[in-house]
């Protein structure tokens, strides 16, 4: 992967300086090559992490007859196939000029060919015209800021405030999305003015500025035609191992993460079949906590494939020790504890290959979270009134004891009032009352998800998930994680052929006799013994109920509750501080709450406040 970042200005001529600042704040995402360009109003930067065609394929690169000039971000797996059929006189042997070549010969429409992951910037120089684009799924990221001025984009939002030198602000607005889900959804940010692209959509910035926005992809409708069972397990399999090879094309060494699970162990069974006698690396984090390590279970994978394993310790002091550069990486609040984990393994990883494979989809694409088969329960709760309904889930709630912290969730979806509300609630720290409590006011209507459109409640869930929980939390943790450590990440299962397969799947191949993630499962039991296959999902945890009571325990209340803390002086304060008694009294676990919070904190500390002093992980 790399970094692209640019400008097209509306008054002034691209500042050359600017872009070298741009370039600088993201040389981890491309340390082997860093290069700035300018022509009038127009500036691309681009720092490479080379991956195919090593020697060649420089960035910015410009087609031959003059009309595009791009910056790409990103690998194109079906580039050789692309490349047989287009006229152009090639001068490298990488996918970014496949990909200039087919803009050059059928315009920018040329991007519904492409299989792959990626982002880019192409200028249409006859048409003055920016063009910005991101892959369907969001595996890669790519924001933009519209003034009077101009655009600015990056493939960070660090880039783009590296280029304006102005001061960040903080978009209001957005912290009801972010205690909803621990990240704010496209097209929304936490930074004021500052806009993310949201997948499967390209914007264009003609002559006036001002961006258009189209969505050029979209999973089908479920088609309960299509397969039966056994049919549908062969077309799995085949497309499953059609989207693992493909995520192979590489110039350099590739590996895979190994949790242990269902999903990372049938990518590595699948890739070392492909590899045929060639050596597979593969890598596992544990944390020295028998309740959520699950380093046993990736090595016996690892034995049973015959990979080369390696394993990393996350210990409470990598907490304090990552956290403000990591979160500096993110741009944004750290989601998940388990964001800090991923670095220390593409640490891990990066010294043994360029490339990781990860699992990331299975959940969205094949139903795997235990709350799809809470689903039709969700639909029978809201023929309920929704004040009794609330009314009843808040005497539950305050009664259930701290064990129960995953009944706890369910139950608030349950409650919640609407559909919309009910599905944005299984991954809410805060519920829409609580938020309310927190920021004093309820969101703008345009800040509030509507439910998609789905054949039953199954389908609808996972098509939420696919385009908020999916892009906005796991697949951006896993660009900036990976990114910190120069590491490309590549997840096969999001190979867009194999997502519109299984979106047109019915629900029942998913879910079936409470089985979630059975089609997959079925797959899974072709390479993979029964007890890996069937083994009870434990999730990527770390143990901060106990560390929020011992070690993290001082900073926390001081950051939350403090004098200068940001988090004190938007949101309410004794609410903040209730909530600490409650987790420091051990009858409650409120760990997600309080990581949501602080990490709030942190990103005010290090992207807002300080801004101007850039981290950098070690």
């Not at 903080?170 to 909803?180: I, K, P």
């Not at 492909?274 to 309740?291: E, I, N, S």
């Not at 450590?485 to 052929?497: F, G, K, T, V, Y």
């Not at 047109?504 to 006799?513: A, E, I, N």
């Amino acid at each position: 992967m790399c970094g692209i970042a640019g400008v097209l200005g509306l008054r002034d001529a691209a500042c050359r300086a600017g872009l070298e600042r741009m370039a600088a704040s993201l040389r981890h995402r491309g340390p082997d090559e860093t290069s700035v360009w300018a022509d009038g109003r127009l500036g691309l930067a681009h720092t490479r992490l080379s991956i195919i065609d090593i020697a060649g394929s420089h960035q910015p690169m410009h087609s031959v007859d003059g009309t595009w000039s791009i910056v790409f971000n990103g690998e194109i797996f079906n580039y050789r196939d692309l490349r047989k059929d287009l006229d152009y006189p090639f001068a490298t042997e990488g996918d970014t000029e496949v990909l200039l070549a087919g803009l050059v010969r059928h315009g920018i429409g040329f991007v519904d060919r492409l299989r792959g992951q990626f982002a880019f910037a192409a200028y249409h120089h006859p048409g003055s015209t920016l063009h910005l684009v991101r892959d369907r799924l969001g595996v890669l990221p790519l924001y933009y800021r519209h003034d009077a001025d101009g655009i600015v984009f990056g493939s960070e939002i660090k880039a783009i405030n590296a280029y304006t030198g102005a001061a960040p602000t903080v978009d209001l607005d957005s912290l009801d999305a972010y205690l909803a889900g621990r990240s704010v959804p496209a097209p929304f940010t936490l930074y004021a003015g500052v806009a993310k692209l949201p997948p499967g959509h390209r914007a264009e910035i003609g002559e006036t500025g001002s961006p258009e926005v189209h969505r050029y992809w979209a999973p089908p409708p479920a088609d309960h035609t299509i397969a039966g069972p056994a049919e549908a397990i062969e077309m799995a399999d085949l497309r499953i191992r059609d989207a693992v090879g493909s995520a192979l094309v590489a110039d350099v060494p590739v590996g895979s993460y190994l949790s242990g699970g269902v999903d990372s162990s049938l990518i590595v069974a699948i890739m070392k079949q492909l590899r045929g006698g060639a050596p597979v690396d593969t890598f596992a984090a544990g944390f020295g906590d028998p309740r959520f390590d699950e380093l046993e279970q990736a090595r016996r994978v690892a034995d049973r494939v015959g990979t080369r394993h390696h394993t990393v310790q996350v210990r409470a002091e990598d907490f304090l020790d990552l956290w403000p550069a990591l979160t500096w990486h993110r741009d944004a609040p750290i989601s998940e504890p388990a964001d800090i984990a991923v670095f220390r393994l593409a640490e891990s990883a990066r010294e043994h290959v360029k490339v990781v494979l990860s699992g990331e989809g299975g959940d969205e694409l094949f139903g795997g979270y235990p709350k799809y088969r809470y689903a039709s329960w969700a639909r029978a709760a809201r023929r309920v009134p929704p004040g009794p309904r609330r009314g009843a889930g808040r005497i539950l709630d305050a009664r259930l004891p701290a064990r129960m912290s995953r009944h706890r969730t369910a139950l608030r979806a349950l409650v919640a009032g609407s559909e919309a509300d009910q599905l944005a609630t299984w991954f809410a720290p805060f519920t829409s009352e609580e938020r309310r409590a927190l920021i004093g006011h309820t969101p703008a209507p345009e800040r509030r998800r509507r439910p998609p459109e789905g054949a039953d409640d199954i389908d609808r869930m996972l098509r939420h998930d696919l385009a908020s929980w999916l892009p906005d939390n796991l697949l951006e943790r896993g660009d900036r994680m990976t990114m910190a450590a120069s590491l490309e990440l590549r997840p096969p299962l999001l190979d867009h052929r194999l997502v519109e397969f299984a979106f047109g799947l019915p629900s029942d191949l998913k879910v079936r006799d409470r089985v979630p993630k059975w089609l997959l499962k079925q797959v899974a039991r072709r390479y993979l013994p029964e007890e890996i296959v069937f083994r009870p999902k434990v999730g990527f945890r770390v143990p901060l109920d106990r560390w929020f009571r011992a070690g993290l325990r001082e900073t926390t209340r001081d950051r939350l509750t403090g004098q200068d803390s940001f988090v004190g002086s938007v949101l309410d304060r004794r609410t903040v501080s209730r909530l600490l008694d409650r987790h420091e009294s051990g009858r409650h676990d409120e760990e997600i709450r309080i990581w949501t919070l602080l990490s709030l904190e942190v990103w005010h500390e290090v992207c807002v406040a300080g801004w101007a002093s850039p981290r950098r992980a070690p």
